[in-house]
């Protein structure tokens, strides 16, 4: 009986981290280019009452074995890369990715981190960074007499300038992929970092190799069902009571065996 209330314990405490993944989740449903998270479980080690394959008393091999299981515990919560919806916005600068592929971003100590959130902005040097002001990678600054800005699939940004009669390139916004997208590091601020885990990046134009294809104009929304987290949600408050219920029986049963001598 001891042991059960341990063993439903780490059903307990699991139901809990489900739970917290869940709301995490729904608390980023409206958040540009983030990508729900599912927590995966694993049993514990099992106490062996009777070795599988062992003599019975007969001299008879025995077919199944006797073993009891101490529980649960989290495996991993792992990031589900499934592309999100596309909201059009017909702001110049904002850019979806149709496909595999991450925008690079400069962070201040100058190492690279990646996202799926294309709402880019200008600075006060005409230079497309992030809401949080880190630029893009490679750098593109925009002049301050562009008139209008065009951004192709392939990620050429060109922009159109008084006087001039063609469009004027400024550069080629550049995807980074990888090998295992499941191995980066969330780091907060839409912002993903590689590990050893998720491999080196990859980097070249879009619609090169397996990359996507940038959509201006568009913004891909978080890949988090409502419905779906909703129901995952009922089903980890279901699994919490039933084990708190374990955990119930048990304290009756221990109450009962305290109370034999009365």
Do not use: H, W
């Amino acid at each position: 009986m001891i042991r059960s209330l341990y063993t439903a314990s780490t059903g307990m405490n699991a139901q809990d981290l489900n739970v917290s993944v869940i709301a995490n989740n729904l608390a980023n449903v409206n958040t540009v280019g983030f990508k729900r998270s599912r927590p995966e479980f694993q049993d514990l080690l099992y106490q062996n009452l009777r070795l599988v394959g062992t003599l019975s008393p007969n001299g008879q091999q025995v077919p199944t074995g006797a073993q009891l299981g101490l529980g649960t515990k989290t495996a991993a919560i792992q990031k589900i890369f499934l592309q999100g919806d596309f909201s059009q916005t017909q702001n110049p600068l904002d850019i979806a990715v149709q496909g595999r592929g991450f925008f690079q971003i400069t962070q201040p100590d100058g190492t690279l981190a990646f996202t799926r959130a294309g709402s880019f902005k200008l600075d006060n040097t005409g230079q497309i960074v992030t809401a949080d002001g880190l630029s893009l990678e490679p750098a593109i600054t925009i002049p301050a007499d562009a008139l209008t800005i065009s951004i192709d699939p392939q990620g050429s940004v060109a922009v159109t300038q008084p006087g001039a009669t063609a469009p004027t390139v400024l550069g080629n916004i550049q995807l980074a992929t990888f090998q295992n997208e499941a191995g980066l590091q969330a780091v907060g601020f839409n912002l993903f970092t590689e590990t050893d885990a998720s491999g080196t990046a990859t980097v070249g134009n879009p619609q090169s190799d397996d990359r996507g294809a940038t959509q201006q104009g568009f913004l891909e929304l978080s890949n988090v069902s409502v419905v779906e987290e909703m129901v995952n949600l009922i089903a980890a408050q279901r699994a919490y009571e039933v084990n708190s219920r374990v955990v119930q029986t048990a304290d009756e049963m221990l109450q009962i065996s305290n109370n034999m001598k009365r």
